[in-house]
């Protein structure tokens, strides 16, 4: 609207006049002041932490450290703290281990029991399964992008088991749904651009994933050569993100833990361990099958499977669930089948039907397997200032590292089953 010298005079043009409207205005003008000083409370807290990042390498066994393809991971382990070994939590299997690492709970105790599992309520859960996996009924403990959003921090995840699903009616405060086929750069670019934001908007704690170790390892195995391409390129990957952040000036102001979920073993699947032939397969209901078969006998079935499993067997034990190994801390949730076969390597359990499908491609690398063998262990690394550089431990446990996450972000951890001592020896004196 213009101006005239009549809206002029209205609005009190003189000196005087104009003098008195800002005296009337002061009340106004204080009022407001008073309430941008009340407004909303600020999100974070002042003391920031030093951003901590968790990549995850599916799959990735501590020994590929020691691959020329793996020059940038043996370097973050040498120039910071590594475990000889991080044991995974029973089944050493990829989304009761990812939840593990994030919730500091075991399998039994966070409720993600396998990759593929039913529930008398939820139905059926596989990880393809995108309202099952993206539904928190099914996920419990606390993952640690809860933890911090409680604290007042932020997290964003670049792919991680949990991070789809409204746990407790919380996600992270950014996240995306999985899509395998985004390829590594452009993960790393996301994980840059959070870290590069400005203060009030970047994440305390971050995610990244890649897959294709795992991938490519169950499709070779662990000993052959295309497996190294695969280091190579997370090791690239890896690489292109630490030049990075040392290009935007946080080298040395990050936390980085790398890890693995599990290890790989190589599998035989020409001779599958097929449960048909101890017991008729109409009896029961596969849920589950690979290094271990989960089996839910059909109504009225259940003593006949159980006569014609829970008796010794070449290469595999099954289980009903009070009876497995007390070290494994597995058997009490209700998610858990009446019976688990458990194989031991090379062998694999199931049923015709799932082994002898026709077209299907046999893997040559699995896991799955009794977390305390060799080849089941998982990788860990910590680097950034918190960690002391060339320091190492023999072994962690998966579920060791939901505290040390917690520790590193200067928040208290909720209820959790790990050691918060666990990695001390890795660790700077007073973090
Ligand atoms: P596993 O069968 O235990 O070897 O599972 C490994 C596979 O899990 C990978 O190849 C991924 O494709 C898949 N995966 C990893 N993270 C997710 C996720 N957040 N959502 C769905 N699938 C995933
Ligand atoms: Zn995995
Ligand atoms: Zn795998």
Redesign the pocket.
């Known amino acids: 609207m213009l101006s005239t010298p009549d809206s002029h005079a209205r609005a009190g043009g003189s000196f005087a006049g104009r003098f008195r409207t800002l005296l009337l205005l002061i009340p106004l003008l204080l009022a407001l002041v008073a309430c941008a000083s009340r407004a909303p409370e600020p999100k974070l807290p002042r003391e920031r932490p030093l951003p901590v990042l968790l990549i995850g390498i599916?799959?990735f066994r501590p020994d590929y450290l020691a691959m020329p393809e793996a020059r940038t991971l043996r370097a973050l382990a040498e120039g910071g703290g590594h475990a000889e070994a991080l044991q995974p939590a029973y089944p050493s299997?990829?989304?009761p281990n990812?939840y593990t690492l994030v919730t500091g709970l075991h399998p039994d105790r966070h409720g993600i029991i396998n990759?593929s599992m039913r529930d008398p309520e939820l139905g059926s859960f596989a990880?393809?399964l995108?309202t099952a996996?993206a539904d928190g009924r099914w996920w419990g403990g606390e993952p640690v992008w809860i933890t911090a959003k409680r604290r007042g921090l932020r997290s964003a995840t670049l792919?991680?088991?949990?991070?789809?699903a409204d746990v407790g009616g919380q996600h992270p405060d950014e996240w995306l749904?999985?899509d395998?086929s985004l390829g590594s750069a452009r993960r790393v670019q996301q994980v840059l651009a959070w870290l590069t934001r400005p203060q009030s908007s970047r994440p305390d704690f971050m995610t990244l994933?890649f897959?294709?170790v795992?991938?490519i390892g169950?499709d070779v195995g662990p000993d052959a050569p295309e497996l190294r391409r695969a280091v190579s390129a997370v090791d690239r990957s890896v690489r292109e993100l630490l030049a990075g952040i040392a290009d935007a000036g946080w080298a040395d102001r990050i936390n980085l833990v790398l890890v693995s979920?599990?290890g790989m073993t190589a599998i035989d699947e020409s001779r599958p361990i097929l449960l048909d032939e101890l017991v008729d397969p109409r009896s029961f209901e596969l849920v589950s099958f690979?290094a271990s078969a989960g089996i839910q006998p059909r109504r009225g079935r259940s003593a006949e499977v159980e006569a014609a499993l829970l008796r010794p067997h070449a290469h595999m034990r099954c289980f009903r669930p009070p009876e497995f190994p007390a070290e494994w801390r597995f058997g009490e949730h209700p998610r858990i089948p009446a019976i688990t076969c458990q194989a031991e390597p090379p062998f694999v359990v199931g049923t015709r039907r799932v082994y002898e499908m026709p077209g299907r491609k046999r893997k040559r690398g699995?896991?799955?397997y009794d977390p305390t063998l060799p080849d089941m262990q998982a990788l860990f690394i910590g680097h950034g200032p918190a960690f002391a550089p060339g320091t190492r431990i023999d072994r962690a446990h998966s579920v060791d590292v939901y505290a040390l996450l917690c520790r590193l972000l200067g928040i208290a951890p909720a209820a959790h089953q790990g050691d918060p001592r666990a990695f001390d020896a890795l660790l700077r004196p007073g973090v």
């Open positions: 599916d799959g299997l990829t989304f990812h990759n990880m393809h995108r996996v792919f991680w088991p949990g991070s789809e749904p999985y395998a994933y897959e294709q795992d991938s169950h979920d599990h690979g699995g896991h799955g």
